[in-house]
């Protein structure tokens, strides 16, 4: 069993920084891969960006490329998302989740399918 709580989220101004952290308790988090999902309202969840177990290969979106940056202290079992120059077209729930079929794998997978477990979710709105 994994348990995620997110948060950060918040209201900015469009051009503005946030940065969510996700903290993890459970199965040994050092081990599996991590995503970001978000959904807006009327929309899908989609895929933002993953992280490897290490730390050592990351994966974004199209439209989180250059702007946004995924890490991870896993000596703090945190997964963080450093959103820079967000845009209205930003706003959403982000959810973390882990993807625990890839424990020790170097590749990260986008369909939210694949990730195990799921946070509550954490709103971000930005402001044109």
């Known amino acids: 069993q994994v348990q995620l709580v997110e948060s950060g989220g918040g209201l900015v101004q469009a051009g503005g920084s946030l940065r969510l952290s996700c903290a993890a308790s459970?199965?040994?988090?050092?081990?599996?891969?991590m995503g970001w999902f978000r959904q807006a309202p009327g929309k899908e969840r989609e895929f933002v960006a993953a992280?490897?177990?290490?730390?050592?290969?990351?994966d974004y979106a199209d439209a989180a490329k250059g702007r946004f940056t995924i890490s991870r202290d896993n000596a703090k079992n945190t997964v963080y998302l450093q959103m820079n120059s967000l845009k209205p077209e930003d706003t959403a729930v982000y959810y973390c989740?882990?993807?625990?079929?890839?424990?020790?794998?170097?590749?990260?997978?986008?369909?939210?399918?694949?990730?195990?477990?799921w946070g509550q979710g954490t709103q971000v709105t930005v402001s044109s």
């Open positions: 989740a882990a993807d625990l079929g890839t424990r020790y794998y170097y590749y990260t997978r986008r369909s939210r399918d694949e990730y195990d477990y």
């Open positions: 459970g199965r040994a988090f050092s081990s599996y891969n």
């Open positions: 992280i490897s177990w290490s730390g050592g290969n990351t």
